[in-house]
């Protein structure tokens, strides 16, 4: 028997862009909520449709990777026919989620506030640059921005570098996560309680609480974190990369017994008896005479031959992969990661799953919408407008300047 979607019956009115919104509304949509994109029409929609360097026109395989499952409407929120159309859709819906700059939400009448009166129990979640209030608030944040301003960049890298950010934008996507754990938490007491509210989520308080235990040691310790050499652990020895006779790999100890069996394996048992190496205190306090030990017998052999034989023992290991060969991992295969949608100008497109798993059916993967594809079943569906009143609200410049491959008669196919 296969089982409805654990998110089927959600309507959300995602007011988004770029990357940190859709990135979490994405997987709401992959868990078969109902995610409508309210794309503001004078600048042309969603900026994501236009990002380079793959794409042409309103296509842009940026735009593909963040926004696959969802609806779109070009709605001006500016026109008072717009907002019209806007409210209807409040009333219909279970939250509005914006990714705007943090104090665009109440200006544009779209807190909790500004829309109780429609739905009690609406949940209006926000995820900005800095959140909604603070000396920054007013402020556009951008994901390398944030991670040079919450501490990453300066211990990121080798040391004697420069500030290095991350290979992806880590705090764009963990702000989309974030954003999406609020909002379904604020649905779950919305139901509960029949009272909706304001989620406040900003990729700032996002990357700061992402310090962690680095944080933690430096406020009660005064620790101060650095750099490390081949991207070791600040405390664990050895759990770090290691250039191998062909390429990198990383090797981690965070356990004596990986030790034991990691020395056993070079063969040198010797060095887990060593005072000096006999231990975590022991181990990092002489690091500097352990790691080039390693870093001699690691060079020897290939990458290939030291996964084959580290794994056997047990001990945490993996080859530093480049992004193809993460891609065609048999791991990364056998977990079906790698999914496929038709789209009319780049045909079939392979992109990569939600890693957000319920239950054990698998989400059906449609395109990303055009801009505006999907304005005859909002309008007539959802906001029960009928053809002429569609007409009229058009007219009157509710959705601004219609794509030019707009249809306003015809429904997208559910």
Same mark, same amino acid.
């Given at each position: ?292 030990? &390693?870093?001699?017998?690691? /060079? =020897?052999?290939?990458? *290939?031959?030291?996964? !084959?034989?580290?794994?056997? $023992?047990?001990? %945490? ?64 569906? &959802?906001?029960?407008?009928? /053809? =002429?009143?569609?007409? *009229?609200?058009?007219? !009157?410049?509710?959705?601004? $300047?219609?794509? %030019? ?10």
């Amino acid at each position: 028997m296969n089982r409805r979607p654990p998110l089927e019956g959600v309507r959300i009115l995602a007011v988004e862009q770029y990357g940190a919104g859709p990135w979490g509304s994405l997987h709401l949509a992959d868990l078969g909520a109902e995610v409508i994109k309210i794309e503001e029409p004078r600048s042309g929609g969603d900026v994501g449709r236009y990002v380079p360097p793959y794409g042409a026109g309103e296509d842009s395989l940026f735009f593909e990777a963040f926004n696959r499952n969802k609806r779109s409407i070009s709605l001006d929120l500016t026109n008072p026919r717009g907002r019209e159309v806007f409210e209807r859709l409040v009333g219909e819906s279970d939250a509005v989620f914006s990714n705007l700059r943090g104090d665009v939400p109440a200006k544009i009448g779209i807190t909790y506030d500004d829309l109780k009166h429609l739905n009690p129990a609406i949940v209006c979640c926000s995820l900005s640059g800095y959140g909604m209030t603070g000396p920054r608030s007013d402020q556009p944040g951008y994901d390398y921005l944030l991670q040079g301003l919450a501490g990453w960049m300066d211990i990121t890298g080798e040391p004697g570098g420069p500030p290095v950010k991350t290979g992806v934008s880590l705090v764009d996507f963990t702000g989309g996560y974030v954003a999406a754990l609020a909002l379904l938490a604020g649905l779950h007491a919305a139901k509960r309680d029949g009272i909706g509210m304001d989620c406040d989520v900003s990729l700032y308080d996002t990357a700061v609480t992402l310090l962690n235990y680095p944080a933690a040691w430096h406020l009660n310790e005064g620790f101060e974190p650095a750099r490390t050499r081949h991207s070791a652990h600040p405390s664990l020895v050895p759990f770090q990369a290691f250039e191998t006779r062909d390429g990198w790999m990383v090797v981690a100890c965070p356990k004596e017994k990986f030790w034991v069996r990691l020395a056993n394996r070079l063969g040198h048992p010797e060095w887990a008896a060593d005072p000096r190496f006999d231990d975590f205190t022991h181990r990092f306090a002489n690091k500097d005479e352990l790691l080039p030990l &390693l870093e001699a017998e690691f /060079a =020897g052999r290939d990458t *290939a031959d030291w996964i !084959e034989e580290l794994t056997a $023992d047990g001990i %945490p290991c993996a080859p530093i992969n480049s992004v193809g060969q993460a891609l065609q991992e048999p791991h990364t295969l056998a977990r079906e990661l790698l999914v496929e949608t038709e789209h009319p100008r780049f045909g079939t497109v392979r992109q990569l799953a939600s890693p957000v798993r319920v239950g054990p059916e698998r989400p059906a993967y449609r395109r990303a919408p055009m801009r505006n594809e999907d304005l005859a079943y909002v309008t007539r569906n &959802l906001a029960g407008y009928d /053809a =002429g009143e569609v007409e *009229a609200l058009a007219s !009157e410049g509710a959705f601004g $300047d219609l794509p %030019p491959d707009s249809d306003d008669t015809t429904t997208t196919a559910d």
